[in-house]
T-cell receptor, first 114, second 116 residues
Framework: AQSVTQLDSHVSVSEGTPVLLRCNYSSSYSPSLFWYVQHPNKGLQLLLKYTSAATLVKGINGFEAEFKKSETSFHLTKPSAHMSDAAEYFCVVTPYSSASKIIFGSGTRLSIRP | EAGVAQSPRYKIIEKRQSVAFWCNPISGHATLYWYQQILGQGPKLLIQFQNNGVVDDSQLPKDRFSAERLKGVDSTLKIQPAKLEDSAVYLC??????????????FGQGTRLTVV
């Protein structure tokens, strides 16, 4: 069975410091992986996606993620946090065996301290 | 391109009443999803359509929830009768849905339902 685990329910960092949001997946085949962001009272917006091309994926707003098959991880990082990054972040997996099935992690709430 | 449209944005109803949500996906998107997102949790898939056929409705409470996708385009989700625990944001999403070709899903703004 395919699943995705976000290891931290809440992460708090100071503005200007690095951000790391952790995600591990379980999939029988090579999956596609996504990170979505949800700001308060807003819809879900795609940050970046991995679809078996380059393992280091760059997204919007300075975020990037690295696919590590040996660790079954797809952690999201940003070198320097900004106040506007405060939001809920979801790691999502789409198993190769079912191209349209979308499986969400439980989410990580990112808080930014001034 | 226009995004996924949902209406209404907000709805407050009393328990045991009925309610309907509407979704217009991105033009040409074959796959349509309805998710329920309870405060503080990740979205939970309620139902997935491929064109106008149901692909997955295993987590849809069928005694009170129903959904349809007319002509493979617009979709409505209905709750009848509503319970207090149905209070949540209902998200609609669509994707191209090509088998073997992974495409991301695009989400609407959601409908926030409050049952009192």
């Amino acid at each position: 069975a395919q699943s995705v685990t976000q290891l931290d329910s809440h992460v708090s960092v100071s503005e200007g410091t690095p951000v790391l949001l952790r995600c591990n997946y379980s999939s029988s085949y090579s999956p596609s992986l996504f990170w979505y962001v949800q700001h308060p009272n807003k819809g879900l917006q795609l940050l970046l996606k991995y679809t078996s091309a380059a393992t280091l994926v760059k997204g919007i707003n300075g975020f990037e993620a690295e696919f590590k098959k040996s660790e079954t991880s797809f952690h999201l990082t940003k070198p320097s946090a900004h106040m506007s990054d405060a939001a809920e972040y979801f790691c999502v997996v789409t198993p190769y065996s079912s191209a349209s099935k979308i499986i969400f992690g439980s989410g990580t709430r990112l808080s930014i301290r001034p | 391109e226009a995004g996924v449209a949902q209406s209404p944005r907000y709805k407050i109803i009393e328990k045991r009443q009925s309610v309907a949500f509407w979704c217009n996906p991105i033009s040409g998107h074959a796959t349509l999803y309805w998710y329920q997102q309870i405060l503080g949790q990740g979205p939970k898939l309620l139902i997935q359509f491929q064109n106008n056929g149901v692909v997955d409705d295993s987590q849809l409470p069928k005694d009170r929830f129903s959904a349809e996708r007319l002509k493979g385009v617009d979709s409505t989700l209905k709750i009848q009768p509503a319970k207090l625990e149905d209070s949540a944001v209902y998200l609609c999403a669509s994707s191209l849905g090509h088998t073997g070709g992974i495409t991301e899903a695009f989400f609407g703004q959601g409908t926030r339902l409050t049952v009192v």
